[in-house]
Structure formats: structure tokens, C-alpha cells
């Protein structure tokens, strides 16, 4: 359920080689398909300086892994989760140079977060791409207690956090990666509706 016309949400293209010192691809789940169609368009020596990170999240996306190491020389980093990734992007952007670039595909959690990451290394957006691919399931922070709810395809959601039941709005905070959820019973406690799936 991508809404289009809200301002506040991210805009996604796909991946296209650009020049530079360095090229770091993030991706997750289906969004190694973003990085296999990138590569149909790389010129010589694009991955002598690419580094993969990569985070398959079930047994689909461990079909990828082969493929994805084929494309670069370096050792293809393989996370358990986007949380366990977070670390070695860091520590990958602490090692970059001027003129790196930044390739993120797959959920929007994966890319919303990345993307904090990144920024925070000082790098310039226009160096940064972004590809959504695969789950439109949703990270939601809570404007209550702030508690942030991963992989949310319901509406409402109840907070892991303090146990309010959500209205899922589709304003997308940069700042934090995720939407904004607001208590859907304050005015009525007990009367939120039944959970239906909404985010797939």
C-alpha cells in the first residue's frame, strides 16, 4: 500500500552506476535483484572497488548469496539481520574516501536505516541511491513512548513498546526511518479496530 503523493516519503529509483573511489551496495531480501540488475550496467573495474553487504532475512534470499559474490573480488559480507549489518557499515564508511558511493535496495527498513547511517558519515545525499524492492512492511516508531516496531504489515498496530494500539500514518520521518504511529483510542481506550493486514 504505497500512497503516492505523500511528500515526506522516500523517493526510490533504480540503481544506476555512477563514477567514483569507491562503490558500497547495501541490500537486503529482494533487494539483491537491484544489485544483479546494477551489474548488467557497471563498465570495467566497477567492482574491483565495490564492497557487498548483504542480509538475506529468510531462505529466498540466501539463493542470491553465489551471485552476489561473483560480481566482486572482495569477501561478500552476509548479515543475520539489518541490526547486526548497522556496525560493519559503519566501520566501512569510516574507511571511505571522497568520491564514494552508496547503493541501498530492499525494504524500507533496510534502506531508511543504512541511510541514517550514512548521512551520519558525512556523506553527501546525491552520493547515496536508493532502491526499495520485496516487503512493504513497515518500521514505526511510536510518537508516544518512541519505542520503535519493526516489520509492521498491520493497521493498527499495538507498540512493543508501551502497548498502544496504532493508526499507521504514512508520514516518513528521514530523521529515524520509520513512520509515525499515533494511538488510535485515546479519545475512546478500548475501541481501536481489529488489526487487518495493510503493509505486505
Known sequence: MLVEGIKSRPIYHPLEPKPGSRHILVADAEGAEAILELATKTPDGFWDKARILYIPRSAVGKGYEERLQALTPFPLYVGPTIAAAIPRLTKELSDAQMGTQIYLAGTEGLVGQAM?????????????????????????????????????????????????????????????????????????????????????
Open 116 to 200: 541514517i547511517v550514512a548521512l551520519e558519515a558525512g556523506v553527501d545525499q546525491g552520493s547515496i541511491q536508493r532502491d526499495h524492492r520485496g516487503s512493504e512492511a513497515r518500521r514505526v516508531q511510536c510518537v508516544h513512548c518512541k519505542g520503535i516496531t519493526e516489520e509492521v504489515t498491520t493497521q493498527p498496530v499495538k507498540c512493543t513498546h508501551c502497548g498502544l494500539m496504532l493508526l499507521v500514518r504514512d508520514h516518513y520521518s528521514r530523521r529515524i526511518g520509520a513512520f509515525q504511529g499515533v494511538c488510535i483510542d485515546a479519545e475512546q481506550p478500548g475501541t481501536a479496530p481489529e488489526p487487518e493486514e495493510a503493509f505486505l
